[in-house]
């Protein structure tokens, strides 16, 4: 497997700030992904970690990072008035990996529960001043994927919904690992609100066994949007698609990797 190097990723120089974790391959293949947890998780989640290790191996330069809820409160899940701040968040996260450069190499780092201090470069004064960033005008990557599991994967899909008309080249598509479609056993409780707006590209990988899901009610989901979807079935998984306790579903990232880049039409 190609080399890696994993650091330290904060920003503190943002409000929402960004913190995580930075993959870089030693072959970069000019790609990028932007990577974020479920609701009562962190950047630490074993998926995760496998799927940023699989698609740095790859090429990928990879950012997982922690949701500003998540920064605030080490444990639980978001509240209520949490939504709009993570998607800043994940929006401060894509300015910040497409304008930072250079990183020490810290081979194996954040692995496990490990926090670091280390600060990137600063950001320019725009960013800092919270406005004025164009993702047109400073892109770093040929293609910059934004990618969440479960509440970090439906904030994913509603910012680029509200962005559509403002930054419709935010990223180059939408990775959406078991999408919350409606709380489980309420199905009566659709999120689809944003969905007619939704007009980046989406790839979906969800469980057949998702309680917040099923199969049927996805491709209900999926007819809503208005941008190329693609949903992939794992059978037999639940929310957490194989990676539970100390479980892991080896085969799923790699998986995962080949319809992203069968879907975005990537040479591998």
Request: proline fraction near 10%.
């Amino acid at each position: 497997m190609p080399e890696t190097s994993i650091r330290a990723f904060t920003v503190n120089s943002v409000d929402p700030p960004v913190r995580g974790f930075l993959h870089t391959p030693e072959t970069p293949n000019g790609n990028a992904l932007v990577l974020t947890h479920g609701a009562g998780s962190n950047a630490q989640a074993p998926l995760l970690v496998a799927l940023a290790e699989t698609f740095a191996a790859a090429g990928f330069t990879v950012l997982r990072c922690d949701l500003p809820y998540r920064q605030t409160r080490s444990y639980g899940p978001p509240g209520p008035g949490d939504a709009a701040r993570d998607r800043a968040g994940l929006r401060n996260a894509i300015a910040a990996l497409n304008t930072n450069q250079g990183a020490p190499r810290l081979p194996g780092f954040g692995r496990s529960g490990d926090r670091d201090t280390e600060v990137a470069p600063p950001l320019s004064r725009s960013l800092r001043q919270g406005g004025g960033f164009d993702p047109t005008k400073s892109k770093k990557y040929e293609n910059v994927f934004l990618a969440g599991h479960s509440y970090g994967g439906r904030q994913s899909s509603m910012l680029c919904a509200e962005l559509a008309d403002q930054a419709p080249d935010l990223v180059a598509g939408l990775l959406l690992l078991s999408y919350p479609l409606h709380p489980p056993r309420k199905p009566e409780q659709q999120r689809t609100q944003h969905l007619p707006n939704l007009r980046t590209p989406a790839l979906f990988i969800q469980g057949t066994r998702d309680p917040f899901a099923s199969i049927a009610e996805m491709e209900q989901a999926l007819k809503m949007i208005p941008a190329r979807t693609k949903l992939v079935p794992i059978e037999g998984a639940g929310h957490d698609l194989g990676f539970k306790g100390k479980m892991k579903n080896a085969e799923l990232p790699r998986l995962v990797f080949s319809e992203l880049t069968n879907f975005f039409e990537l040479s591998s």
